[in-house]
């Protein structure tokens, strides 16, 4: 009699992930319509601020908060874990520091000073420093242990949006010696274990939730990270690594990603009354703050869960019989596309933040009402940056390895 239980390979493509691409360009496209929103929003410490702002920018940017730079570290994750078992982590953190570091230090040299300078040129109307009289400031620097692993600190000094840059380098670094050096045998049999619970009960995967609302709850949450605590990103990428060594994992965030889909949603729903009407929601020790902050921390893992499952869709292939090999194809525009932003992803995020803060210090100053200052800002910081990536990036060997891409 056959059971209901599904098949740990069943209707899994095989290959490359390509929803995993495309939720990575999303959330990096994405931030270029987040940032700028920023400039609107009536909470927050962004760069450049518009003298009119609306209440409506917290809610709606809360929401992108609790998914989408977590996604962006699960999938990290997974993509670890391959790199791992093809290269070994002697070359994987190699490759890391090449592909990762070079950027991270590129973008604090000739990016992070921009907007800051025009941050204190925004908020005060008699700073009158010019820009290289204000880069020794930004580069007057001191060593701080206890904000590791952002050991570099200064009154201007800052990462900047480089900051997923930096975590995603210590994390990588940090498996490396793990995985060559910790006995691999036991870890398998756990995952074997964990994975065939998973499969068996509906709901388990959304375990980790308990431990994410925890930290949030009694961590805080830093507004420097994205909202997150910057320790939770690293259980995001241990949970993708993961993730990555069993299909039945896989499995079962299909299976399970509409009801986590729901409960995430329903979560969030529930925290946002308390991050509207705190002090200060991220930090408070009342009641209200804790409970806002364990609801936050619970909906971003389920909302983690869902995306990947909903758009994991099994790929159905006729059956057919054996055809000739047909002659080669040219890829279409849709295929073209994808592989241009696929391969822009990392240079696209370390030059988009700079761009969107020197096209608000423009815009802010005109007399429009807010939608229509936010689709100019929009529409001119993303062209701006995919210019950038086109005529400054891609086009040569030497700035294609500055910015992390592949030769």
Do not use: K
Request: glycine letters at 6%; aromatic letters at 12%.
């Amino acid at each position: 009699m056959a059971t209901r239980t599904e098949s740990p390979q069943a209707g899994l493509p095989q290959g490359r992930r390509p929803e995993l691409d495309v939720m990575r360009m999303v959330v990096v496209i994405g931030l270029v319509f987040f940032h700028s929103a920023l400039v609107f929003a009536t909470e927050g410490d962004f760069y450049v601020r518009n003298a009119e702002t609306t209440e409506v920018i917290t809610v709606i940017a809360g929401f992108g908060v609790v998914w989408a730079m977590p996604l962006l570290f699960l999938i990290s994750g997974l993509g670890a874990r391959h790199s791992l078992q093809r290269r070994g982590a002697g070359t994987f953190a190699a490759e890391r520091l090449l592909r990762l570091g070079i950027p991270l230090l590129l973008g604090t040299l000739l990016l992070n000073p921009l907007p800051q300078w025009l941050r204190l040129r925004s908020s005060d109307p008699d700073y009158d420093e010019s820009y290289l009289h204000f880069l020794p400031r930004f580069f007057d620097v001191h060593v701080e242990f206890d904000e590791l692993p952002f050991l570099v600190q200064g009154e201007h000094f800052e990462t900047g949006h480089l900051w997923f840059v930096v975590l995603l380098l210590t994390f990588s670094l940090m498996l490396a010696p793990l995985h060559r050096f910790l006995p691999h045998e036991p870890f398998r049999r756990l995952a074997d274990r964990v994975a065939a619970v998973t499969l068996r009960r509906r709901g388990v995967v959304l375990l980790p939730a308990l431990a994410f609302a925890a930290i949030c709850a009694f961590a805080g949450m830093e507004e420097d990270y994205a909202g997150w605590h910057r320790w939770s990103y690293l259980l995001f990428f241990a949970a993708g690594f993961t993730l990555a060594t069993d299909p039945r994992f896989r499995t079962v965030m299909r299976r399970d990603a509409r009801s986590a889909a729901c409960l995430g949603a329903l979560l969030f729903t529930a925290a946002a009354p308390g991050f509207t009407t705190a002090d200060d929601p991220f930090t408070e020790a009342t009641p209200l703050a804790v409970a806002s902050r364990a609801l936050f921390g619970a909906a971003g893992w389920c909302l983690v869960v869902a995306i990947p499952g909903l758009l994991d869709r099994p790929r159905r292939q006729p059956r057919q019989g054996p055809r000739p090999p047909a002659a080669p194809t040219p890829p279409t525009r849709r295929q073209r596309v994808y592989g241009y932003l696929a391969a822009a992803v990392l240079p696209l995020y370390v030059l988009h933040q700079p761009i969107v803060v020197a096209v608000a210090y423009f815009v802010v100053g005109w007399a429009a009402p807010i939608p229509v200052e936010y689709v100019v800002l929009v529409t001119i910081s993303l062209a701006l940056t995919l210019a950038a990536y086109e005529l400054l990036v891609r086009r040569t060997r030497v700035t294609r390895f500055l910015f992390g891409m592949r030769g």
